[in-house]
């Protein structure tokens, strides 16, 4: 809009100027006057002139003759004395007609080039005033203006409702008490409640934090100012602190609301962590945030919801009732809500006969609410390549492919050589799969190289959601990422590098039995693990091991008895099916990529 005034200003400019350079040369006579005193005294004396007129200029004595020849033809003659002039044309027997003076008008030519002068000067003025605003509204002054200025975007419309949310109906009960207070917060306060002033929503990345959020808004029917964390840090003393005076000022005016900031942790985090000590840009910005949330101040009306995946590493201050009264765990969808997410994203999405959205809810175990989003978003670009107008069970597949593993490579060159070794340390997995009791049945084997540098994959299906792990489960994990290494040190004598992600998800998965969950008989149920706290993030600069170096060689020494073991039973086990092995090597080698009944169906051969 200012862009628009500066150009409608200049316009009008631009007229004015043209109006005044066209009424000055209308005034001005610019043609050539050849006519002279001389020629007319000839045209006089050979008859040639018909009438003169004398015209006189206004407070002047000179003026000008126009003589009309018989001809029809007009001259002009400038004189300096229209007196003499007039005197002489009497002498030589004319009688000249002469034009009366007109009376000085005093406004125009007084009053009329003043009101010209300041009009111009006022519109100069407007011109640089407006000029002077968009500058500091776009360019570097403006951002030094509104240096401490909110970036907070409030929503007065959300469309957003909790109907839009499946998979989290704990959680929404939980926060259905906000929108209560947002609606009719008399009914509390007549009874003495006080409404929780803010809502800390903790979970893993794409669990709906953000869309729940929303959908309360939504619910409530009020303003929802949005903001993230980072938003309020910069490299200046000072400015996120202001920054969140701004935003509370502004919420005040538009009360009930609610303040919703992303990703808290950027601006929440533990104080005394940092090389600034107490004068920290991100330390100052807290510490006015813990004072507009529960301060002198009241700001009833402003309630703050936050997200984050890292409640561990905030300060202790900003979670205490009174702040952030109440903490919601958002975690991944059970089987249920997965099956309610996916009947969401699905609404616009036209499906075949043959979609079961019941059976993918229980083939994608783990995954969030954008996961799954992500998956059929997948499918139906794979339905879009082929020029489909529907989503087939088989894009699907293909999706959670490309999703869980990466896109498939079929392009790639590889070997015979690397094929068969492939094949069989694919099928050393799937045996394992298969065979051990506690572990998910084998979904589909393949041997396409996939993402990185992955040869292959054995993706398992899970038959359930598992809240917690049992010492047995994970001593078959570890089994099962093991069955790689040893088929191919059983067929071919030697061993390759395709097993490293397996060995290191081994280790890892020994070290936690040790260290976190107290899984070793001879350590015992003591927990020797260091929180994982790094260095900016943790309660320290630095941090010591919490036990001896003695311990620490018996952590080493219990880690690898617990691979060990596992790694001979697994032995064991792919020994005694030496015949599926080859022969699931051999199919593999066939057709690239095997179905899990396929598989089932070669230990009852």
Known sequence: MEKKGNGLGLVFLLIIVLLILGVILSTVDFTKNTYT????????????????????????????????????????LFVTDVTDATEFLRKQGLDPYVREVPKDNWFL???????????????FFFLMINAQNAAMNSGPTSKMMNFGKSRAKMIKENKY?????AGLKEEKADLEEIIMFLKDPEDFTKVGARIPKGVLLDGPPGTGKTLLAKAIAGEAGV???????????????????????????????????????????AVARRRGTGLGGGHDEKEQTLNQLLVEMDGFTENSGIIVLAATNR?????????????????????????????????????????????????????????SGADLENLLNESAILAAKEKRAFIKQQDINASMIKVGIGTEKKSRIVS???????????????????????????YTISIIPTGGSAAGYTMPLPENDGMFHTKNEMLEDIMVSLGGRIAEDLIFGDITTGASSDIKKATAVARNMVTRFGMSEKLGAINYDADGDEVFIGRDLAKN?????????????????????????????????????????????????????????????
Do not use: W
């Open 161 to 165: 409702r909790l109907s839009d949310v």
């Open 223 to 265: 303003p929802f100012y949005s903001i993230s964390g980072s938003d309020f840090v910069e490299m200046y003393v000072g400015v996120g602190a202001s920054r969140v005076r701004d935003l509370f000022e502004e919420a005040s005016l538009h009360k009930p609301c609610i303040i919703f900031i992303d990703e808290i942790d």
């Open 37 to 76: 005193r001389g020629k007319l005294e000839a045209d006089i004396a050979n008859g040639e002139v018909v009438s003169v007129t004398v015209n006189q200029r206004q407070n002047s004595s000179g003026g000008s003759i126009t003589v009309e020849k018989k001809n029809g033809q007009e001259e002009t």
């Open 545 to 605: 091991r919490p036990y001896s170096e003695k311990v620490a060689g018996e952590i080493d020494e219990e880690v690898k008895s617990i691979i060990s073991e596992c790694y001979e039973k697994a032995e064991a086990i792919i020994k005694e099916n030496m015949e599926v092995l080859h022969k699931t090597a051999e199919l593999l080698l066939e057709k690239e990529r095997i179905t899990g009944d396929e598989f089932r169906a070669l230990f009852e051969a």
């Open 109 to 123: 030519n007084h009053m009329l080039p003043m009101l010209v002068v300041v009009g111009i000067c006022i519109l």
């Open 311 to 367: 409640v561990d590493i905030l300060d202790p201050a900003i979670l205490r009732p009174g702040r952030f009264d109440r903490k919601i765990m958002i975690g991944n969808p059970d089987v249920q809500g997965r099956e309610e997410i996916l009947a969401i994203h699905s609404k616009n999405k036209p499906l075949s006969d043959d979609v079961d959205l019941k059976q993918i809810a229980h083939t994608t175990a783990g995954f």
């Open 416 to 442: 015979e050589k690397e094929r068969r070794i492939t094949a069989y340390h694919e099928a050393g997995h799937a045996i394992l799969f298969h065979v051990l009791p506690n572990t998910d049945p084998v």
